[in-house]
């Protein structure tokens, strides 16, 4: 199976059809045979933690706010596995990951990517926390050691943003992105394209603690990049691009093949005003 880390940007993006929703569509229509189960790594499952969901049927979590209503009417009913969960806490071991029956569901970080990529919501869908407790380098190893659930018919993604600083947006750069978060985003994509398993050096770039104030959006990616290291291949880049100066679009793809980039020339979806809701409060 393929695997994908997805630059997921505004919840929005589940409503609008742009560039970066007709890549992520492009990308799902491409993975065959379909997959046995969805595994996501997603930042908005992000706390001292570590589980996995093994419910059979995740509830939409609408994690957000400010957004119009249409948003929070999104539901997206893809069942659960805990079969799939089960494998998930097996290949973690010795990290203990327990078995979440009742708690989470699906976030935005997950849902607002799959009502493009897998729209019929048929797949079961395992999201996996990422424990705030641990170094990114941890991260990086867990994501190596799910590989081989790619060889079981398991479709992993990393569900975040390279560059994710609320603090820093600007409404008026709608497609742009500050230098700093391009000359960190660059950076990146040149180590996942060439040489991913050195990503855990963005650590030390000049702008990281620009481009990455809270490390929840970035460690996805980390899943992400332990699987191509673990493949000893290199990423393909799916789509790129900037929101609103401080957010990067970039999306990375490993062992797929997708059509050329959907036509639209429309930029990633937008967030709330913020003279009424404070981006950092969007949760996006």
């Not at 190893?141 to 975040?160: C, F, N, Y």
């Amino acid at each position: 199976m393929p695997a994908a880390f997805l630059g997921h940007g505004s919840p929005m993006n589940a409503l609008e059809v742009n560039r970066f929703s007709g890549a992520w569509r492009a990308f799902g229509a491409s993975v065959l045979p379909r997959p046995r189960a969805i595994v996501v790594v997603s930042a908005h499952w992000y706390g001292n933690l570590s589980a996995v969901t093994a419910m059979a049927r995740p509830r939409t979590i609408h994690d957000f706010y400010g957004f119009p209503k249409k948003l929070f009417e999104v539901e997206y009913p893809a069942p659960g596995d805990r079969g799939v969960a089960e494998e998930v806490a097996e290949i973690a071991k010795p990290t203990h990951v327990g078995l979440d029956l009742d708690s989470w569901g699906l976030d935005h970080g997950t849902w607002s990517v799959l009502v493009h990529a897998f729209p019929e919501a048929d797949i079961p869908v395992i999201q996996l926390a990422i424990d705030a407790r641990k170094e990114a380098a941890f991260h990086f190893e867990l994501g190596a050691r799910l590989a081989p659930l790619r060889e079981r018919g398991v479709l992993i993604l990393g569900s975040g943003n390279v560059v994710h600083n609320l603090r820093a947006i600007d409404w008026k750069l709608e497609g742009e992105g500050f230098d700093w978060a391009q000359r960190f985003d660059e950076r990146a994509r040149q180590l996942l394209v060439e040489e991913p398993s050195e990503v855990l050096s963005l650590e030390e770039h000049p702008d990281y603690l620009h481009a990455v104030p809270t490390p929840d959006h970035f460690l996805p990616m980390l899943y992400f990049a332990g699987l191509a290291a673990a493949a000893k291949k290199r990423e393909g880049v799916l789509v790129d691009g900037y929101a609103y100066g401080s957010l990067s679009m970039t999306s990375y793809t490993l062992d797929a093949s997708c059509p050329p980039e959907a036509p639209s020339t429309a930029p990633a979806a937008g967030i709330p005003d913020p003279g009424v809701v404070p981006p950092e409060d969007t949760n996006l």
